[in-house]
């Protein structure tokens, strides 16, 4: 008869951590394992940091609110000034019906700028519109033509002044 290999039926260790003894069955056992080492109080925390950190976060959230009102408000710069820029180079540059005109450059890239029919510019009176691409009358001596990204386009019709 040979004895059991020494091994067997001895607890085993699990990669260098011993194991708990185990009560034996039908004993109590403890409910939570050993008991941890009390915990060491935590500092009080001082009431004016949390006032500076509030008052921190505050500036920081007005600031930039200001920034975004501002930018979307102020006539001297940001969008409002883009949206105005927009809007007078569109009046100078876009006739509507009756306005005088002033073209210079090639027939093909021609630039409209809108002036005063008293003006000694003034070269021609603009007679007609079209943005959906009809041709203009036999009455007009000069047609421009301005293509948009996506669409037709303008039609300009000229008279002499």
């Not at 005088?100 to 009176?125: E, H």
């Not at 009809?134 to 301005?146: D, F, L, M, N, R």
């Amino acid at each position: 008869m040979s004895a059991p290999p020494p091994y067997q039926n001895q607890p085993q260790q699990q990669y260098g951590y011993q194991q708990q003894p185990q009560a034996p069955y039908g004993q109590p056992q403890q409910p939570y394992g050993q008991p941890q080492p009390p915990r060491r109080p935590q500092p009080q925390r001082s009431p004016l940091r949390g006032l500076i950190t509030a008052v921190i976060l505050l500036a920081l959230f007005g600031g930039v609110g200001y920034y975004v009102y501002d930018y979307n408000t102020n006539p001297n710069g940001g969008k409002a000034k883009e949206e105005a820029d927009r809007k007078a180079y569109d009046r100078k540059h876009t006739p509507q019906v009756g306005d005088c005109v002033k073209i210079t450059g090639p027939k093909d890239d021609s630039q409209m700028t809108v002036v005063a029919c008293d003006s000694s510019d003034a070269q021609y009176k603009t007679g007609e519109t079209h943005v959906d691409g009809k041709a203009c009358g036999p009455e007009y001596t000069t047609v421009i033509h301005q293509r948009r990204r996506l669409g037709l386009g303008t039609t300009w019709c000229f008279t002499k002044v």
